[in-house]
């Protein structure tokens, strides 16, 4: 893949974790690969990140990325529910650091800059311009996987940036 740069984009969770493979090529990007990693509710916890871990690691070792974007853990009303997405942001953090790639994070605003040039962008601005940049004939399903795409672009514009 002459110059080419593989990103794996994460928007974490316990429940569901999506994520999106793409290939940087240059001022080009293109989508290999989209979905989510589910949990069921009806699992342990630990049980539950134990098989995020096992899926993530299938991807990782899958694409052999050369980073990995995740998003920042964001402001959450529920405690619980944060601490909870904490705990399975800590399991892919380590997960990528056990595979050797490395690892960049955005705020929800700087993914929504990079995407949409606007931080305010809503959840349906940000998804179309995914859909655009990548060339795709729709939207991904389910948002999650939209979401890990826009956090693997915020990435790969800021390394395009750096060049």
């Known amino acids: ?5 593989l990103i794996l984009g994460i928007d974490p969770g316990y429940g569901i974790t999506g994520y999106g493979i ?3 090529e240059g001022a080009k990007m293109f989508c290999l690969e989209c979905g989510v990693i589910q949990t069921s509710a009806k699992e342990e916890f630990s049980i539950r990140i134990k ?3 096992i899926e993530l690691k299938k991807i990782i070792k899958k694409f052999k ?6 998003e ?4 959450c009303n529920n405690a619980k529910t944060a601490i909870k997405v904490g705990q399975a942001r800590g399991i892919i953090l380590l997960t ?3 595979e ?24 349906s601005q940000v998804q179309q311009m995914v859909k655009l940049i990548l060339g795709l004939k729709t939207i991904p399903r389910p948002d999650d996987a939209a979401d ?8 790969a514009n800021h390394f395009n940036l750096k060049l």
């Open 1 to 5: 893949m002459n110059g080419s740069k």
């Open 22 to 24: 793409i290939r940087v």
């Open 51 to 53: 098989i995020l871990h």
């Open 65 to 70: 990325p050369n980073l990995v974007s995740i």
């Open 72 to 75: 920042s853990l964001f402001f």
């Open 96 to 98: 990528a650091i056990l």
């Open 100 to 123: 050797n790639v490395p690892i960049v994070e955005y705020t929800p605003l700087q993914v929504k800059q990079a995407i949409s040039g606007y931080g305010n962008a809503d959840k």
């Open 148 to 155: 890990a795409l826009a956090i693997a672009i915020s990435a």
